[in-house]
């Protein structure tokens, strides 16, 4: 059986719309019908009339589009978990609040920000405390508006994402459980982060610019501080794409993010920012197989509760408005 073949038909039979983010595999990713990253696929599903969204991505980013829109079916051919989304849940946020709270700071003084990737609940309660969410791309944005409340900016789960963007803006940061002055600090990070932008080192810079003088070094925000300070270009993953696809055919560019992506974007002259290939685990779990098991599933109205996606109604409620709150920015 052709898998590819078969997912084709599939589609053109159901009323279905594909969905896969720039990390899938290369097979998967080309027969997607919208593609992109975590929240503009999320905004993208949302407007698509189909009933039934089959997102080739990971856990928190279907739940993003079930919260947006709680009358779609949302299936996910494999329900991966990022890890970074994983490093936290509502007891390790209720925990890092308590050591806050310990060092002086009421909650009535912060303002807590996840970025999007992290889960439905977590949302939900930065969501109930007043905050937001934030993309690598509109982070900047967002954490300027929070600033102007006065508040100490509470940054789940990436700490390096919260730093970087600390350092961009001029603040002071900390991480919780560093043994650091949290008082002091404008932004207060939890100390999670992405085990593929932990790859990259400054090492690696080292070695392409003594290779190619005139290289260009472009990472993602999520990577340590060190690389980030190091780099002539820091963007999200749609940035990155539109840095790198606007240089001059000529210009030759190492790039510190996911490998698949990197992959696709040029033939000539780009390069991986690391001696190991830095592919997303959890991002290459999906396969034709189980898109093709997915969508024959919908065409048999025998649908795996284990491949769809559920977030109960008080979650998506304050989750939303976490959402909501960035789009208004």
Known sequence: MNLKEEIIKLKEELDVTL???????????????????SLELAKKAKLTKSKFIVFCGVGFMGESVKVLDPQKRVLMPKIACCAMARMIDEGYYEQNLKQINDAGIPNENILPITYINSSARVKARVGEMG??????????????????SGKKIFFVPDRCLGQNFAKSLNLKSAVVGEGT???EADIICYNGFCSVHQQF????????RNKYPDILIAVHPECDPSICDEADFVG????LIT????LPEDQKIAVGT???????????NTYILSSTKPECPTMNETTLEDVYNTLKSIKDDNISKENEIFVDEETVKYARIALERMFEV
């Open 19 to 37: 969905v896969a983010h720039f990390y899938q595999r290369d097979e998967v990713f080309e027969l997607a019908d919208i593609t992109g990253d």
């Open 201 to 208: 080192t400054v090492e690696d810079i080292e070695f392409y």
């Open 236 to 239: 999200s993953t749609s940035q």
């Open 181 to 183: 002055d949290l008082k």
């Open 243 to 246: 840095y790198i696809k606007e």
């Open 131 to 148: 905050g937001m969410v934030c993309t690598s791309s509109n982070a900047y944005k967002i954490i300027e508006k929070g600033l102007k």
């Open 258 to 268: 996911e490998f698949n992506m990197v992959n696709r974007l040029r033939e000539k």
